[in-house]
C-alpha cells in the first residue's frame, strides 16, 4: 500500500522480490523497532497478524505467479498461494532481529486466497486467529494448509 | 486480493489509547465496523518516539493517497489525550508540507454513541458514488 498505493495491480511474489522494494520494506521495518521494543519494555505480549496468502504480508502462506508482469493478463491458477512468508514479513523480521528486537509470536489470517469464499472461510479464519491469541502458539503452516 | 472487492472506502485514524485504553464511554470500534470504517492506529501518543516522523510519514503517504482515490478519511481521538491521542500535531505538519488540508476529527470527550453515529454517517465517500 506505501510503496504502489491503493489502486496499486495484484502482484506475485516474484515482483515484489526486488532491491527497492525490499529497501522500502527494510525502512519501514526500522521504524516499528522503537515502538514494538517500548510495548516490550512496558510487559506487552507482542504478536505479528500478517495476511497469509499475500506476496508481501504473508506469514504463513505466501503467494506466487510466476507467469505475471508486463501487460496485465491472468488466467485462473497463475496465482499460487504455497507456504513462506511474504517480502515485507521477511523484511520486518529481518528488521527486528538486525536491532535486537526478537521477532514475535506470528501467524496469518488465510485470507489471500484465489477461491475466498466469506460465509465459509472468514469463521475459520476468525476462530483459528482467536486460538493462536489464546494458546500462545505460533500457528504452524502444516496444520492450516490452504484448500 | 483475489476475491470481489470488499472495500468500504471509509478509513479512521483512530487514537491508540481509545482502542486499547478505553479511553472512550463507547465502543468506538464497533460503531466504526458497523459504518464499515477500516482503521489506523497510530502507537501511543505518551511514548517518547524519536522515529515517529518517520511512521507518521508514511501513514500520512497512505492516507492522502486514500483521499485522493475519493475514500473518506477521519480521525479520532480525544481532548484528553496528549496530541489528541493521535499525534495531531505531527499529523497536521505532515499534511501541511503536502499542502493538504486535515482530516474530519471527531472528539470522542464527551460525546454520546449517537453523535459518534451522526458524525461518521455524515458523508457518502466519492469513491463510493463513482
Not at chain 1, 116 to 125: F, G, K, S
Not at chain 2, 17 to 35: K, M, P, Q, R, Y
Not at chain 2, 88 to 106: M, T
Request: glycine letters at 10%.
Amino acid at each position: 500500500m506505501a510503496f504502489a498505493g491503493v489502486n496499486r495491480w495484484w502482484q506475485g511474489r516474484e515482483l515484489y522480490d526486488k532491491a527497492n522494494y525490499r529497501r522500502h520494506c527494510s525502512i519501514l521495518a526500522a521504524n516499528m523497532v522503537e515502538p514494538i521494543s517500548e510495548f516490550m519494555n512496558r510487559g506487552y505480549d507482542i504478536v505479528v497478524i500478517g495476511l497469509d496468502g499475500s506476496p508481501s504480508s504473508g506469514v504463513r502462506y505466501t503467494g506466487r505467479a510466476r507467469a505475471w508482469g508486463g501487460r496485465p493478463h491472468f488466467d485462473d491458477g497463475d496465482y499460487e498461494v504455497v507456504e513462506g512468508m511474504g517480502v515485507w514479513m521477511e523484511e520486518l523480521k529481518r528488521g527486528l532481529e538486525l536491532r535486537g528486537v526478537p521477532w514475535p509470536r506470528a501467524t496469518g489470517m488465510l485470507l489471500d486466497t484465489t477461491d475466498w469464499d466469506e460465509a465459509r472461510d472468514l469463521p475459520r479464519c476468525l476462530d483459528e486467529l482467536d486460538q493462536f491469541l489464546a494458546d500462545g502458539v505460533d500457528a504452524t503452516a502444516g496444520d492450516h494448509a490452504p484448500s | 486480493m483475489l476475491h470481489p472487492d470488499p472495500r468500504g472506502y471509509r478509513v479512521a485514524l483512530v487514537a491508540d489509547a481509545i482502542v486499547n485504553e478505553g479511553a472512550a464511554s463507547f465502543d468506538v470500534l464497533a460503531a466504526l465496523e458497523s459504518h464499515r470504517f477500516g482503521v489506523i492506529v497510530l502507537p501511543p501518543s505518551d511514548f517518547s518516539l524519536s522515529s515517529i516522523g518517520g511512521i507518521v510519514e508514511y501513514v500520512i503517504d497512505d492516507l492522502t493517497d486514500y483521499v485522493r482515490n475519493g475514500y473518506r478519511v477521519v480521525e479520532v481521538g480525544s481532548s484528553e489525550l496528549v496530541g489528541f491521542g493521535t499525534w495531531h500535531d505531527i499529523v497536521a505538519l505532515d499534511l501541511a508540507r503536502r499542502g493538504q488540508e486535515g482530516f474530519e476529527q471527531f472528539d470522542v470527550a464527551g460525546m454520546s454513541p449517537a453523535d459518534f453515529d451522526r458524525f461518521l454517517a455524515a458523508s457518502i465517500p466519492a469513491a463510493e458514488l463513482s
